[in-house]
């Protein structure tokens, strides 16, 4: 019996990685807004990759030391490391711009992506088609961050519109990035598949960062500005994406990333203590139904069979 045969139960597995990465990447904007004022964001992207890629790398050498370590990695890791390097450069950027709940909040039209990509491409999740449950919450959530865009004050300036372009740009990078692992590492080991992609994802972001950052500037880090550097690099990037590998393996691209909705609410709630952020009454309104959609999501997985 292989993970997509039907079930009534919901994949506990799969779900509670799920929500383990939304815990994680909750803290990432957080961090990735207040380094904002220390560092360029190509400077901070290389740092924080480069702490994460150091996370997984005595795993990696010991897998490789083992005989363990699956050499077909090397070359599935190159496609999922170029969409993550053109994700994560724009999605660093777009915090300069704009706050981190509302950043957050955007790059939920992800799910538009990924929802497309996946009943094209994988016949395993075309169960979903005939899911009441998931067109209900695939509706909810497309509502729901359309009336969060449409009700942002100061939309007209351009800074939020950089910010605003750059959070959608990201959104659909983050989307091939999903699919590109989905296919990538269906039958590896994501710690494996994570420790390459950080590899080649360093290398990626170390051009850029030379030509248009100023790498010098963490020199000039305290221990607090390096703490949020290692603490959102190990959770929000080492630990998080390993715990998204695990969850798409299990169900697919398509649940997980709805799932993931949930996780502006949290990031609002402590961006509104740290950078007194808010988002108003019509956005909220909005954000429920998000919630809600990524609520029908979850119980959607029960329909998934190959």
């Known amino acids: 019996m ?3 045969t039907h079930t009534s139960r919901i994949n506990v597995a799969a779900t509670s990685a799920c929500l383990g990465s939304v815990a994680c990447w909750t803290l990432g ?3 990735i807004k207040y380094l904002t004022g220390y560092v360029d964001s190509w400077t901070q992207n290389l740092l924080r990759y480069s702490v994460a890629c150091l996370f997984w790398l005595p795993f990696f050498l010991l897998a490789v030391k083992n005989q363990e370590f699956d050499k077909r990695i090397w070359r599935r890791a190159v496609r999922p490391a170029l969409a993550n390097v053109g994700m994560q450069s724009v999605w660093a950027a777009a915090f300069y711009y704009i706050g981190p709940a509302f950043m957050a909040l955007l790059t939920q039209t992800a799910v538009i992506w990924i929802a497309g990509f996946s009943l094209v491409l994988f016949p395993d999740e ?8 998931f067109w209900l919450g695939l509706l909810l959530s497309v509502i729901g961050v359309t009336g969060v865009i449409y009700h942002q004050e100061n939309f007209e300036t351009s800074r939020i519109a950089i910010g605003i372009a750059l959070a959608i740009l990201s959104a659909f990078m983050w989307a091939v990035y999903t699919i590109a692992v989905r296919v990538a590492f269906k039958d590896v080991d994501s710690r494996q598949g994570f420790s390459v992609i950080s590899i080649y994802t360093v290398g990626g972001l170390l051009v850029p960062a030379l030509l248009f950052g100023d790498v010098g500037q963490c020199v000039e880090m305290g221990v607090r500005q390096w703490a949020c550097v290692v603490i959102s690099a190990v959770t929000a990037i080492a630990l998080a994406h390993v715990l998204y590998y695990a969850a798409i393996k299990r169900i697919g691209a398509t649940i997980p990333a ?19 952020e808010s988002l108003n009454a019509m ?4 954000g429920v139904a998000l919630l809600a959609g990524a609520g029908f999501a979850i119980l959607a997985q029960q329909h998934l069979k190959t």
């Open 258 to 276: 709805i799932v993931i909705l949930a996780q502006p609410f949290a990031v609002l709630a402590i961006s509104h203590v740290v950078f007194n």
């Open 29 to 31: 904007p957080i961090f």
């Open 283 to 286: 956005q909220i309104l909005h």
């Open 126 to 133: 075309r169960a979903l088609i005939k899911s009441r449950r």
């Open 2 to 4: 292989n993970d997509h």
